[in-house]
């Protein structure tokens, strides 16, 4: 069973930083793109970050120069590092595991909260 697990929200004051984990389980292949999104009240659910299997990576305009999601040497493990946060920023973050393009199915976690305020 394929599982996608966040972790690393909370509060930081503007201009802080933060990390946010996800770890996908039950798959032992490299055929996936990992990625975040978010959402904030009112807002559609947006992207903020993707990552390949090979280590391909993909950004929202908004957070360029900001933000950086990379690998770990666990499998299936990836980070969201979060710099010069903005109040903008605030959302609940989303770690999704997207297989669509292999035909093995698409698996979001539970969301984690983002909130950015002094």
């Known amino acids: 069973q394929v599982q996608v697990v966040e972790s690393g929200g909370g509060l930081v004051q503007p201009g802080g930083s933060l990390r946010l984990s996800c770890a996908a389980s039950?798959?032992?292949?490299?055929?996936?793109?990992m990625g975040w999104y978010r959402q904030a009240p009112g807002k559609l659910r947006e992207l903020v970050a993707t990552i390949t299997a090979p280590g391909s990576t993909r950004y929202a305009d908004s957070v360029k120069d900001r933000f950086t999601i990379h690998r770990d040497s666990a499998p299936n493990t990836v980070y969201l590092q979060m710099s010069a946060l903005r109040p903008e920023d605030t959302a609940v973050y989303y770690c999704?595991?997207?297989?669509?393009?292999?035909?093995?199915?698409?698996?979001w976690g539970q969301g984690t909260q983002v909130t950015v305020s002094s």
């Open positions: 039950g798959i032992t292949d490299n055929m996936w793109v």
């Open positions: 999704r595991l997207d297989r669509r393009p292999w035909a093995l199915g698409d698996y």
